[in-house]
C-alpha cells in the first residue's frame, strides 16, 4: 500500500505542476501573487481546477481513500468544503463508498464570527447539503490548508447544523486536504482539537517530488522562500 501510495503522491504532484494548478513566478506571472495574508509568494497553488482533469481527480479520490483507510479508519461520512472540496469529496465517495455531503458557501464569512451572524440572517436553510445521521463519524475534506481559518469556520458551520437537525452523537474531529502548505495548520488543529490529515506536506513532501519537473532557478526560488518567507516581502 505504501508503495502504491507514494506513486500517486508523485503522479498528483506531477498533474498539479503540468496542468498549472501550481502557479510559480519563474513560469507564470514573474510579479508573483499577493495572498489574502497579505505575504508576497513566488507560487500560487489552484486545486479548484482539480475536475478539470478527471483522471488527476480520480488519482486524488484513491490516494485520500487510503490516506482515510489509514489516519481515520472511524470514519463513516466524508463532508465537502465549498466549493473546491466537493468534487474531491465526491472522487472519495466514487472511491471508497463513503457517503458524501457538503457545506454551503456563506458569503462574506471569513471568521467563525461573521459565521454566525450569517446563520442568524440565514432563516431556515440547511448549512449543509446531504444525509447527517445519528452516530456520524465525519470528516471534513477540502483541497488545501494555509492558516486552518477556513477549516474551523467549515466545522462550526457544521456543528451548527448538526443542532438545527436535532440529530445526535455526531463527532466531527477530523479534516482530510490533499496539500498543506506548512503555515502553522497543525498547531491550530491540534489546539481546536482536531485531527488534522494531509495527503502531501508541501514543504516536505510536494516540492522536492517537482525537483526533476522545474528548472533548477524556479525550484531554488521556491525552496528559498519556504524556508524563510520574510526575506521576500517588499
Same mark, same amino acid.
Given at each position: 500500500?505504501?508503495?502504491?501510495?507514494?506513486?500517486?503522491?508523485?503522479?498528483?504532484? #506531477?498533474?498539479?505542476?503540468?496542468?498549472?494548478?501550481?502557479?510559480?513566478?519563474?513560469?507564470?506571472?514573474?510579479?508573483?501573487?499577493?495572498?489574502?495574508?497579505?505575504?508576497?509568494? !513566488?507560487?500560487?497553488?489552484? +486545486?479548484?481546477? @482539480?475536475?478539470?482533469? !478527471?483522471?488527476?481527480?480520480?488519482?486524488?479520490?484513491?490516494?485520500?481513500?487510503? @490516506?482515510?483507510?489509514?489516519?481515520? !479508519?472511524?470514519?463513516?461520512?466524508?463532508?465537502?468544503?465549498?466549493?473546491?472540496? /466537493?468534487?474531491?469529496?465526491?472522487?472519495?465517495?466514487? &472511491?471508497?463508498?463513503?457517503?458524501?455531503?457538503?457545506?454551503?458557501?456563506?458569503?462574506?464569512?471569513?471568521?467563525?464570527? &461573521? +459565521?454566525?451572524?450569517?446563520?442568524?440572517?440565514?432563516? $431556515?436553510?440547511?448549512?449543509?447539503?446531504?444525509?447527517?445521521? &445519528?452516530?456520524?463519524?465525519?470528516?471534513?475534506?477540502?483541497?488545501?490548508?494555509?492558516?486552518?481559518?477556513?477549516?474551523?469556520?467549515?466545522?462550526? $458551520?457544521?456543528?451548527?447544523?448538526?443542532?438545527?437537525?436535532?440529530?445526535?452523537?455526531? /463527532?466531527?474531529?477530523?479534516?482530510?486536504?490533499? +496539500?498543506?502548505?506548512? $503555515?502553522?495548520?497543525?498547531?491550530?488543529?491540534?489546539?481546536?482539537? %482536531?485531527?488534522?490529515? #494531509?495527503?502531501? &506536506?508541501?514543504?516536505?513532501?510536494?516540492? !522536492? +517530488?517537482? $525537483?526533476?519537473?522545474?528548472?533548477?532557478?524556479?525550484?531554488?526560488? %521556491?525552496?528559498?522562500?519556504?524556508?524563510?518567507?520574510?526575506?521576500?516581502?517588499?
Amino acid at each position: 500500500m505504501t508503495d502504491n501510495l507514494g506513486k500517486l503522491k508523485q503522479d498528483i504532484m #506531477s498533474d498539479i505542476y503540468q496542468n498549472r494548478m501550481l502557479l510559480t513566478a519563474s513560469r507564470d506571472k514573474k510579479e508573483g501573487w499577493t495572498l489574502v495574508s497579505g505575504l508576497w509568494s !513566488p507560487f500560487y497553488i489552484q +486545486l479548484r481546477l @482539480l475536475s478539470s482533469f !478527471p483522471e488527476t481527480l480520480k488519482k486524488v479520490g484513491r490516494a485520500m481513500t487510503m @490516506l482515510l483507510n489509514e489516519k481515520a !479508519p472511524n470514519v463513516n461520512k466524508v463532508v465537502g468544503v465549498a466549493f473546491a472540496g /466537493i468534487p474531491i469529496a465526491t472522487a472519495i465517495s466514487l &472511491d471508497s463508498g463513503l457517503p458524501a455531503c457538503h457545506t454551503r458557501k456563506m458569503l462574506g464569512v471569513r471568521t467563525e464570527e &461573521d +459565521l454566525h451572524r450569517a446563520i442568524r440572517e440565514y432563516g $431556515q436553510h440547511s448549512l449543509v447539503e446531504g444525509v447527517v445521521e &445519528d452516530g456520524d463519524v465525519l470528516c471534513i475534506v477540502d483541497d488545501l490548508v494555509t492558516g486552518m481559518e477556513s477549516k474551523l469556520i467549515a466545522r462550526a $458551520q457544521i456543528q451548527a447544523e448538526i443542532v438545527r437537525r436535532e440529530v445526535q452523537n455526531v /463527532i466531527c474531529d477530523d479534516v482530510a486536504v490533499v +496539500l498543506d502548505r506548512k $503555515q502553522g495548520a497543525k498547531m491550530k488543529a491540534v489546539k481546536a482539537g %482536531i485531527r488534522l490529515h #494531509s495527503l502531501i &506536506d508541501f514543504v516536505d513532501e510536494g516540492l !522536492p +517530488l517537482l $525537483q526533476n519537473s522545474m528548472d533548477s532557478e524556479e525550484y531554488k526560488l %521556491i525552496a528559498n522562500y519556504l524556508a524563510d518567507p520574510s526575506g521576500y516581502q517588499p
